[in-house]
Antibody, heavy 118, light 111 residues
Framework: EVQLVQSGAEVKKPGESLRISCKGS????????ISWVRQMPGKGLEWMGR????????NYNPSFQGHVTISADQSITTAYLQWNSLKASDTAMYYC???????????WGQGTLVTVSS | QSVLTQPPSASGTPGQRVTISCSGS????????VNWYQHVPGTAPRLLIY???RRPSGVPDRFSGSKSGTSASLAISGLQSEDEADYYC????????????FGGGTKLTVL
């Protein structure tokens, strides 16, 4: 069974760093890209970027480029989304998704709620 | 402001057929496949349609997708109460270095 299991909810202060994770199982991790999607409170879905776990090649939405880093560790079949300096506006639910044909999210994680507040 | 444009809301009664539109441009829908997602708040999004009109296994054939030029649509026939959710279209956009763009979402209400 294909599963993506994300790390738990986080509460952080502005300026702090954070890394959340997405562990894939039940399939060949390096054969499918992984994307990250944001949903701010009361808003729609926003594509942040994707990574090819086989070589760590990434694409980013220009709106997120430079503010987040997407990475992956093949050895533990886990993808990551990282911030070096959080802002209150980063408060959101974050989903990872396995990509079918490199763009269509066919399996999704359960979501990680990130709250940034002073 | 989303790159892809969807109506904010749609509604129908059980058994009806509803369609949701998605309008884009030459750099996204006009050049690439369209995917559709169903999202019930508090749960993970679900892929309904990929590559314009293909259904993943497990998605009922009540859901269908189509594309023409720079627009796409999702049709749901035999509407059921459990179809009440938010629906999003998405497509790859070739501008800049390329990235995926979503529509703003359509909230479907089953009356």
């Amino acid at each position: 069974e294909v599963q993506l299991v994300q790390s738990g909810a986080e509460v952080k202060k502005p300026g702090e760093s954070l890394r959340i994770s997405c562990k894939g199982s039940g399939y060949s991790f390096t054969n499918y890209w992984i994307s990250w999607v944001r949903q701010m409170p009361g808003k729609g879905l926003e594509w942040m970027g994707r990574i090819d776990p086989s070589d760590s090649y990434t694409n980013y939405n220009p709106s997120f480029q430079g503010h987040v880093t997407i990475s992956a560790d093949q050895s533990i079949t886990t993808a990551y989304l990282q911030w070096n300096s959080l802002k209150a506006s980063d408060t959101a639910m974050y989903y990872c998704a396995r990509l079918l044909d490199t763009v269509a999210g066919d399996y999704w994680g359960q979501g990680t709620l990130v709250t940034v507040s002073s | 402001q989303s790159v892809l444009t969807q109506p904010p809301s749609a509604s129908g009664t059980p058994g009806q057929r509803v369609t949701i539109s998605c309008s884009g441009s030459r750099s996204n829908i006009g050049s690439n496949f369209v995917n559709w997602y169903q999202h019930v708040p508090g749960t993970a999004p679900r892929l309904l349609i990929y590559n314009n009109n293909r259904r993943p296994s497990g998605v009922p054939d009540r859901f269908s997708g189509s594309k023409s030029g720079t627009s796409a649509s999702l049709a749901i026939s035999g509407l059921q109460s459990e179809d009440e959710a938010d629906y999003y279209c998405a497509a790859w956009d070739d501008s800049l270095n390329g990235y995926e763009v979503f529509g703003g979402g359509t909230k479907l209400t089953v009356l």
